[in-house]
């Protein structure tokens, strides 16, 4: 088993780098997307608030282009758990972090644009590889609300 | 003479390719006198051009049509404090781009205190010459988990930190070898961002170097691996704690070297680091360097 291990890692480390294809799982394309204009996917909550979130690409951004997306939150009528949109505490910040890497990308712009409704400009990724988009709802520094979506681009 | 000087060329080469790719990760490389020499001083240009843009957790290759590229300067001074202390310092200034940004700045600043602990001064035909180096490196470098622009402003690892090193040589006849090994440990920095408010906490990560040259006349031509690793940057905040992982990557080197004369030298170099190792979570790059020394023997 030892000898099994060694040999292993010489392996690794001596042997010639062999690329590794990913499949084909860029989240970019539209069918990928978690919302439909008129539904509410309520696929993704808050961690604290349990608002549930749905975005849809408007313009996916590319290697050289910045995209755009809006995104839509939802509270669940008590009743038939039927969504409805709110508002957040705030308007949120919107962050592109590569877990990996270590690092995220260049900042958001987000506003506002009708109750519970928001768009994202200035969205890109600088890198392909697994990405996450947070959403953050913060009080000064301290962030009182998240949600985490992971991305493939 | 000129084997064991030319030999040095080859070690700096190498390690000065131990950065990743993108977004100024890796560990500075030391600044040893490996010849014979009193005083070197050493300035070198890269240029290097990220290959495949990402590699993940999974091993995946991921890679677009547009890449970063990174320009370096970088000013290495070394001096013998004793008969077999010495001591140097290496200044990069790095500049990073893509598309129509770029940024540039002072990176990381380091400092070498060397021992040759095992001399050759009877040329054994079999013991090797050792130098065994500390390195500090100090965080004047902007690092990637600092940045707001995903890593395109970063100059360095950013991060306080300490090595510990050793180089071995050896030359017979018109061949020479080395191999160096070197352990360093980050420590933790706070760091306030739009992103990340907290604490980065670094922590160990070293690199294995081997390689060997043929000498003929005043050139040599030379080849050399560099295997680097480094443990997970976690990022600690109030509300939650961001985990890093695991960065592994292998950086292969050719150079040609010429000794104009016993106090000049110049070496072209090509790195590549998509030839060897099993990449995790990094970017592998594509470069070429020219070096130029001035020595001062002893």
Known sequence: ????????LSMLMFGCAQEKKPPDTN?????????????????YFFNHSRLCLSYSWVKAPTDTELGTFTFKTYRQNVLDQTPIQVD????PDVILWMP?????????????????????????FIM???????????????????LIVPITI | MSLLFLLLFNFVLAQEAHSAACCGGGFASPTVIAGDQASQLTLSYSYNSIAIDNVDSSGYWRTW????????????????LSDQLQAGIAIPIINRSRLNQSFSGLGDVSATLGYEYLPDWDYNPIRPKGIGFLQLTLPTGFSKYESEQGGLDSRGNGFFAIGLGTLLTKSYKSIDGFISLEAHRSFSK?????????KIEPGFGGNIGIGSGYSLKDWRLGGAITWTVEQPVNIVQASNTIAGAVERYATA????????????????????????GSPLNTSLGRGVALQVQRRWLR
């Open chain 1, 27 to 43: 989240n970019l394309k539209p069918s990928n997307t978690t919302a439909r204009e008129g539904t509410a996917d309520c696929t």
């Open chain 1, 100 to 124: 990996s890497m270590g690092h995220g990308s260049s900042p958001v712009t987000v506003e506002k644009v009708d109750t519970g409704t928001y768009r994202a400009t200035r969205v890109f």
């Open chain 1, 128 to 146: 392909p590889g697994e990405w996450q988009i947070k959403w953050q709802v913060k009080q000064g520094s301290t962030v009182e609300d998240e």
């Open chain 2, 190 to 198: 706070s760091v306030n961002t739009s992103m990340v408010t907290g």
């Open chain 1, 88 to 91: 957040l505490g705030s308007i």
């Open chain 2, 253 to 276: 080197a050719l150079t040609v070297s010429l000794m104009t004369s016993d106090e000049w030298a110049e070496t072209l170099s090509y790195t590549d680091q998509t030839w060897f």
């Open chain 1, 1 to 8: 088993m030892k000898y099994l291990k060694l040999l292993l």
């Open chain 2, 65 to 80: 049509d547009t890449h970063q590229s990174v320009q370096s300067y970088r000013l290495e001074g070394a001096t013998i």
